[in-house]
């Protein structure tokens, strides 16, 4: 309780949060710093007073941490939810739930262990808001919140579409401090499609918002489960794709974006047409017989293929038909440009029929429907060769009751309505259907208007409802839109609201300054479409307009015109087809005599990004090809979310071999020796793949020799004098504890090579550079890094080495062209035990594997080498070896407890390595070197941590059969190649995308520590 009271008045003792990543701030605790390395051997007694063999295990008060944190939930109403979390600490820490921003009091607090939790039952939506747990001991607090979203339940009257919780929204994505939370977009959303039947379909959308939305699809109101319906989610792209597209698919499809801050929804239709040719007499078709209820909307279709003369009739039957027309059930967006008839006359497009043709389909969209409009209608088409019609009879079904009937406007709203400036105004209109009904005002892109003094909802009685704007401004200008639900549907109505200014009246003849009222606005079009900037104006005399790009007017020619119309205010800037470089700032000014104005809008042109610049690279590397490419000079309007890797060999058919590579490299395997292959990339953003690049090089896999172990002449020392004879020395590469390393070269076979300077200034170290010599003679293998040369001088030994330009592995992998995944860390691992196995072979164990110590031979590599064979040791059977050296994460117990060891101690630094590759985490890390080894000793680790989640669990019980406290239990070298997890197939690996953010930070604190 005294914990809950210092919360509440707002009291904080030390400020220390966990992000999103897991990293902690520092604290107003005091820390020590780390110091490397172990004590001289005859100091070993005094340095944690421990005798050999002893260990202690100390307590030591900690900061609570969040080692799970709270994840965001949906539930529908009525049920029960326990939100779980995990804290660690010492002292144990107490625990405080809070509810948006508030002490929480109601629900089941539990606890079980370091697991604690909070059982709400019986749901309501009251019970929806941001839940936070926070863990408070002595030494600080720590916390973690999520977000409940409570679902109403499918029976109740204003029920959505039933909810399904996405992996992305389950995910630990909450807002770090810093950062604001937005409600979700849509970037692009996804394109009505016509496809033939049999074709795959692919739906796509690009969304923003954070944290990232949850993404829902559904068919006509019908949520969409696993089976034939494929749903993908990478980052801020989503898709929806299915195979064998049949008459059944045709439809609406609904994509639902939600977060906590907001939800929004964007529908596409799917039209599935036979595989058709023009004919060139007309073709009979029955008449289809199709139902609807009364006050619904529906939408006929007839494809009419390439543009036509398209008419509907209705009354009218005429027997030819040359398309087959479909009833469906779907409410799309009009275009104008065409006039029908009704009963013998053309049909006029009003608020209840709308007709268009697009993409080859004729529609008529009626709505809502009335008993009335019962009858026979035809799609008339006229072509070259003659008439053909298709034909639907549609029969409207009464409501059983004048009250049983969705939501209609029998008084729409104004196309448009003009207000003064600082005046009141009101927006009106008048609905009808079946009680209750909720009426619900937006402005613009779904902005929903609050009932408030500055904009009221009124109902007027007699089913008139009013938007009142008690004082207007230039700023209120813009689309309204009021939308009445009940439980039978919803309904529409648009107006559009043009604020002007308070002055003399236009139809007095009274002068007006030149001023753009709304628009234009930001424009996203697709690559080839028609892009459109649309702007209000207003001004007496009648402004002038200009149209401007980069300061240079545009002239409305070609494919860009300019469409105004002064005596309604109107103008339009419209480019079709728009490429890629109508991308840019628009300016729109007008002006008279007595002003100035001028409005600014972005278009933004999207669409599949080039081919990758140049042609691929490729180089042969036994039975495996390494490719590797450049980056498009265009990403399309849209960032690059993956490369496709296609191979052919000679003139067979092109193979994709990776098709959703993240990195600008890829390593094709299981090659034929001694034939020839060429490679293509493509890119691929939120619209599709780009064309692919030029193919690569010819290349050709070589018939090779076993070349895994490598025989070279035994080293030795020469004298220092002979050094600068053979090589020639160029730049410092780096400089450490032990001395210089410098870049040179051979004279004798032109190669580079690097020198490492060691300072010997007494016998006893060039003893230990002796020794190092003598191991690294017995060391021949592609994986470890290989002894050229020696020389001797006084002070001073210098050792030639291979030239290895890779860098550390970790930080290749962690680099902005680097995609680590699953797969990538089996390979690298697979070469870490290829060479520790081969010096376990010759009873050689290294002692020192670290990150430090793995380097990649080339910048675009993949190859590695283990490099410092400072602490190696030569192992004899008879006589037990023991060291006290060694970096302290990454030591065995063995040496900790200074007991003899062995083989399988290289073991265990092996599993800490795949630890911290896989998740970025130290699995021992303590706050200081004695609680590091108090970790270690116990031998006790987890897989805990969030980014474990995305890990096989053949990879945990990888580690967990090497991270074992006995060494003899612990796997070698041989049996790790072996294991399930290192020797799938290539085709079987996980190659899903692991999070690098806390790898980064390891790599920044190692590096901070030396």
Sequence with gaps: MKHEEVIYHGEVIYNVHEDASGFRPASNVPTARVEHGFPA?????????????????????????????????????????????????????????????????????????????????????????????????????ASTSAYLTVQQREDSPHA??????????????????????????????????????????????SVGGYPLPSATWY???????????????????????????????????????????????????????????????????????????????????????SPSSATWYKGVCVAPALARVRLIGLDLETLKGYKYNKDGEPFTNDDRVKSWEEEGLARLR??????????????????????????????VTALISEEMRPPIFTKGLPREIRAKEGHPCSIQATISGEEPLRVVWTRGDNEELPDCEDMSHVELGNGDVALRVSDTFMEDSGLYTCTVYNKHGMAQSHTRLIVVEDGLDEDEGGEVPARVLVGPEDCIALHGEKAVLSAIFSGNPHPTLLWSK?????????????????????????????????????????????????????????????????????????????????????????????????????????????????????????????????????????????????????????????TSEEQGPVVKFEDGSLFAQRFERLEELGKGRYGVVHRIWDKTNEKEYAAKAVRCIKQQDKDKVAQELDIMNSLRHPKLLQLVAAYENPRDVTLVLELIT?????????????????????????????????????????????????????????????IDFGLAQKLSGDQPVR???????????????????????????????????????????????????????????????????SISQTAKDFISELLVKRKEDRLTAEECLAHRWMSQEDTEMNKVALCTDKLKKFIIRRKWQF
Aim: charged residues 25%; contains cysteine.
């Design 550 to 706: 980069g300061g240079e007017e545009i002239a409305g020619t070609g494919r860009v015109k300019i469409i105004t119309d002064k005596e309604q205010g109107e103008t339009k800037l419209e480019i079709d087809p728009v490429g890629a470089d109508d991308s840019g700032k628009y300016v729109l000014t007008v002006y008279n005599h007595l002003a100035t104005d001028y409005r600014f809008a972005s278009l933004s042109v999207e669409g599949v990004p080039n081919p990758p610049a140049e042609r691929p690279v490729v180089e042969a590397r036994g039975c495996r090809a390494y490719v590797a490419w450049n980056s498009p000079h265009y990403d399309g309007g849209s960032m690059v979310t993956g490369y496709k890797v296609e191979m052919s060999s000679l003139h067979d058919q092109w193979i994709t071999v990776a098709d959703r590579c993240h990195s600008l490299s890829h390593t094709v395997s299981g090659l034929n020796p001694g034939k020839t292959y060429t490679f293509r990339v493509s890119c691929q953003n939120a619209h599709g793949y780009s064309a692919p690049s030029r193919q690569s090089a010819p290349l050709t896999i070589l018939r090779t020799e076993d």
């Design 366 to 395: 009626l709505g809502p429907l009335v008993p009335g409009d019962t009858g026979l209608y035809s799609c008339q088409l006229a072509k070259e060769w003659g008439l053909a019609q298709g034909l639907v009879r549609l029969t």
């Design 160 to 205: 959505p579409v039933s909810p399904h919780v996405t992996r992305g929204l389950l995910e630990d994505k909450r807002c770090p401090r810093g950062k604001r939370s937005a409600p979700a977009r849509f970037i692009t959303k996804p394109h009505n499609k016509v496809v033939l039947r049999g074709d795959k379909v692919r739906f796509i959308c």
């Design 219 to 305: 068919k006509d109101g019908k949520l969409l489960s696993s089976g034939k319906w494929k749903i993908y989610e990478e980052e801020d792209v989503h898709s929806l794709e299915f195979d064998k597209a049949s008459d059944e698919d045709a439809g609406k499809y609904t994509v639902v974006l939600e977060n906590h801050k907001g939800r929004v929804e964007a529908s596409a239709a799917l039209q599935v047409i036979n595989h058709r040719k023009e004919c060139k007499m007309p073709i009979s078709q029955p008449i289809q017989e199709c139902r609807a209820t009364e006050g619904s909307t529906f939408t006929l279709s007839c494809h009419v293929g």
């Design 883 to 949: 060291v006290m050296f060694g970096t302290p994460e990454f030591i065995a117990p063995e040496i900790i407890n200074y007991e003899p060891i062995g083989t399988q101690t290289d073991m265990w630094s092996v599993g800490v390595i795949c630890y911290v590759l896989l998740s970025g985490l130290s699995p021992f890390m303590g706050d200081n070197d004695a609680e590091t080894f108090a970790n270690i000793t116990r031998a006790e680790f987890d897989f805990d941590d969030g980014d474990f989640d």
């Design 41 to 141: 051997e005859d100091e070993r007694k005094n340095y944690l007073n421990l005798e050999p063999g002893q260990v202690r295990e100390a307590e030591v008060d900690t900061l609570p941490i969040v080692s799970r944190p709270l994840g965001d939930a949906q539930a529908p109403a009525g049920s029960v939810i326990s939100l779980e979390c995990r804290f660690k600490g010492h002292p144990e820490p107490d625990i405080v739930w809070f509810k948006d921003n508030k002490l929480f009091k109601g629900g089941e607090k539990w606890a079980d262990g370091e697991t604690v939790g909070l059982t709400l039952s019986g749901l309501t939506k009251k019970d929806q808001g941001l839940y936070r747990a926070e863990a408070w001991n002595p030494i600080g607090k």
């Design 806 to 866: 890779g860098g550390e592995l970790f930080e290749r992998v962690v680099a902005d062209d680097f995609t680590l995944t699953e797969r990538d860390c089996i390979l690298f691992m697979r070469q870490i035990c290829e060479g520790v196995s081969y010096m376990h072979s010759q009873s050689v164990v290294h002692l020192d594997l670290k990150p430090e110590n793995i380097m990649c031979t080339t910048r675009d590599s993949h190859d590695i080498k283990l």
